[in-house]
């Protein structure tokens, strides 16, 4: 398989003069606000979420799209005010995700928006459950200029996949990536970097290394291995793996759980990303999966005016004080760096 550099040199090419600067502006506002342990803010986010719909075919048990469990409002992301926050954003920002919760081909205008993206030069990814990869939408998938398709794929027989991705077909991934590989060839295309996303959970880690196996065989370029954020975990679950090295959580002496990176008051995050909701609302990260912390509404704002506003200001600041207290932040393995 294919490792990872093409990819990486894809995405370097990218990287205009003032992208990069203001890469380094947002390093050095992050460096500085946790030596004073007081929010400062130079540039705009270094990439960006923006969630195409909360849709989505499969019923998942760990995921609100699959428990239909939203308490916030469900729909499909706007073109007009995709394009107009892309506007704004371009000369600044590098990379950009159409994902968040739901599934991105359910959207009617999902690879148009790619395109127009791709377009400006910037590199795009986005993640998919791969039932929606029939060969006219994998055609589509690389001419829109798509950088990188993650294709959840967990499990390599029916019985292991569907324990998880309840209602899906693994037939069906298999075939959308075999689709968009396809095409790849004939187009002569070197995107999108097709990466298999394993997610790890009890049900599936047997088969670790049949899913490397099947990749391969598929000529699929990369294979990652993630592991599953459980919502109830501190009495045990399920789903959590038996192999430590690939579960999020740790057993204590009194046959709880608690998770396993430690609780720093910051968070990189607030800093060089965020998430922009179907709807336009802006909220922290991808924790934030119910939109409690809106930090503001595109739609009555500009970026830069909620990027810089008040509401981002105080949520930034609430990290050095006391990260444990915001209970996005609280099962979250992310964010950090020393």
């Known amino acids: 398989m294919m490792g990872g550099w093409t990819d990486q040199w894809n995405f370097a090419k990218k990287v205009t003069p003032r992208r990069a600067l203001n890469a380094l502006k947002i390093m050095s506002s992050y460096e500085l606000s946790r030596s004073l342990q007081k929010p400062q803010i130079h540039g705009l986010p270094i990439s960006i979420s923006i969630e ?39 000369p600044t920002l590098s990379y950009l995700t159409f994902y968040f919760q739901g599934e991105p081909y359910l959207h009617p205008q999902f690879l148009p928006m790619v395109s127009y993206a791709s377009a400006r030069g910037i590199y795009t990814a986005t993640s998919t459950n791969g039932h929606y990869l029939k060969d006219e939408q994998a055609r589509l998938t690389v001419e829109s200029g798509l950088d990188r398709l993650i294709i959840s794929i967990d499990g390599t027989s029916q019985d292991t996949y569907e324990s998880y991705r309840v209602g899906g077909s693994l037939d069906k991934v298999i075939e959308g990536t075999e689709n968009v590989i396809r095409w790849k060839k004939k187009l002569k295309a070197k995107t999108p970097h097709v990466i298999f996303q394993f997610l790890v959970v009890r049900q599936n880690e047997h088969q670790i290394p049949d899913v490397s196996a099947l990749a391969k065989k598929l000529g699929v370029d990369q294979v990652v291995l993630k592991t599953a954020q459980v919502y109830d975990y501190k009495n045990g679950s399920p789903f959590i793996p038996t192999q430590d090295q690939y579960s999020r959580y ?29 709807d336009g609302k802006v909220v922290p990260c991808c924790f934030d999966k119910d939109g409690k912390y809106v930090l503001g509404d595109l739609s009555k704002n500009t970026f830069s005016e909620i990027w810089r506003g008040e509401a981002y200001g105080d949520f930034r600041a609430s990290l050095f004080r006391s990260r444990s207290e915001i209970d996005i932040c609280r099962n979250c393995t992310e964010g950090t760096y020393s």
């Open 52 to 90: 195409p719909t909360t849709s989505c075919n499969l019923r998942c048990p760990e995921c609100p799209s699959g428990l239909r469990s939203f308490t916030r409002p469900t729909g499909m992301l706007n073109r007009d005010m995709f394009e107009r926050v892309i506007d704004q954003l371009v």
């Open 250 to 278: 740790q057993k204590n002496g009194d046959g709880t759980y608690a998770i396993k990176n430690e609780m720093y008051d910051r968070c990189w995050k607030m800093w060089h990303s965020c998430v922009i909701t179907w």
